[in-house]
Nanobody, 120 residues
Framework: QVQLVESGGGLVQTGGSLRLSCAAS????????MGWYRQAPGKQRELVAE???????NYADSVQGRFTISRDNAKNTVSLQMNSLKPEDTAVYYC??????????????WGQGTQVTVSS
């Protein structure tokens, strides 16, 4: 199967930076889009940023210009550089990958989540 392992969360002050990383491992044919979602207490999980295998990106309006998503296709990793962090960015951040175990049959896989806390 496929495993996604995240790292890089933590506690930071307002205006600070953090970098999240996620590595995919296992047996699969290909990884399509990869992305980051977050879920704050009492709120629904929401998209933060996503990136296709070709490098096209999409960001939530709330993080545009502050966060940058990148991926290394050779290493099956995706990263999220978060700058100018705000208290409202506090949430559990989840890595997601759309993985084809066999050609043209994609499945969604999720990481275990990593806590990001921004203090005011």
């Amino acid at each position: 199967q496929v495993q996604l392992v995240e790292s890089g969360g933590g506690l930071v002050q307002t205006g600070g930076s953090l970098r999240l990383s996620c590595a995919a491992s296992g047996s699969f044919f290909s990884i399509n889009a990869m992305g980051w979602y977050r879920q704050a207490p009492g709120k629904q999980r929401e998209l933060v940023a996503e990136i296709t295998s070709g490098g096209s990106t999409n960001y939530a309006d709330s993080v545009q210009g502050r966060f940058t998503i990148s991926r290394d296709n050779a290493k099956n990793t995706v990263s999220l550089q978060m700058n100018s962090l705000k208290p409202e960015d506090t949430a559990v951040y989840y890595c997601k990958a759309i993985v084809a175990l066999i050609p043209y049959v994609p499945y969604n896989y999720w990481g275990q989540g990593t806590q990001v806390t921004v203090s005011s």
